[in-house]
């Protein structure tokens, strides 16, 4: 089983600040998702990477495979990025197997 | 854009009946999920299909759940003899290959009275 630890639980900012969510795993992955789960309850893809670094639009999301790492940045926030982000990691055949494990999200609240 | 859509959008029953929670994945996905998150908890994994089989299931699929794709778009979660634990949010997933990534329905809010 993989422990999906996610900082910080709960995150104000104002609009039009930098934000950095953080993921950490305790076993090597094949691939990490991101998600964004509004408030109604829909959950929506953002990324998914294996390795390196991946932006859309002013969404970054980086993956350091060594250290079992990964951070979501939002540029620029916006009252409309409120929502709670969710970090979901998928192991290997035969190791965590074809499974997402979550974490318990961060939820994030934008001031105009 | 195409999507995974879940009917209904929002479920009651009464506890000891059976319910039937409706996934349409996208087309030319080949793996199918379903994921439960109880309110204020995290999002739990139950079970992954390929292949018309169940490819993993977690110790939370138990024999009072079971998973179909009963024609070529459909995707279904039975419920046998709810309890008021089920009450959850359930969620269908589908994704091209293992590796690509997943797209989510919008969820079935399931609520045990």
């Known amino acids: 089983k993989n422990e999906v630890e996610q900082s910080p639980q709960n995150l104000t900012a104002q609009e039009g600040e930098f934000i950095t969510i953080n993921c950490s795993y305790s076993v090597g992955i094949s691939a990490l998702h991101w998600l964004q789960q509004h408030p109604g309850g829909g959950i929506v893809s953002l990324f998914m990477?294996?390795?390196g670094k991946k932006k859309h639009g002013r969404l970054i999301a980086t993956i350091n495979i060594q250290e079992k790492h990964s951070s979501l940045h939002i540029t620029a926030s916006h009252p409309r990025d409120s929502a709670v982000y969710i970090c979901a990691v998928k192991g290997f055949p035969g190791n965590t197997g074809n499974q997402f494990y979550f974490g318990t999200g961060t939820s994030l609240t934008v001031i105009p | 854009e195409p999507e995974v859509t879940q009917t209904p959008s929002h479920q009651v029953t009464q506890m000891g009946q059976e319910v039937i929670l409706r996934c349409v994945p996208i087309s030319n996905h080949l793996y199918f999920y379903w994921y439960r998150q109880i309110l204020g908890q995290k999002v739990e994994f139950l079970v992954s299909f390929y292949n018309n089989e169940i490819s993993e299931k977690s110790e939370i699929f138990d024999d009072q759940f079971s998973v179909e794709r009963p024609d070529g778009s459909n995707f279904t979660l039975k419920i046998r003899s709810t309890k008021l634990e089920d009450s959850a949010m359930y969620f269908c997933a589908s994704s091209e290959s293992r590796v690509t990534e997943a797209f989510f329905g919008q969820g079935t809010r399931l609520t045990v009275v």
């Open positions: 990477l294996s390795s």
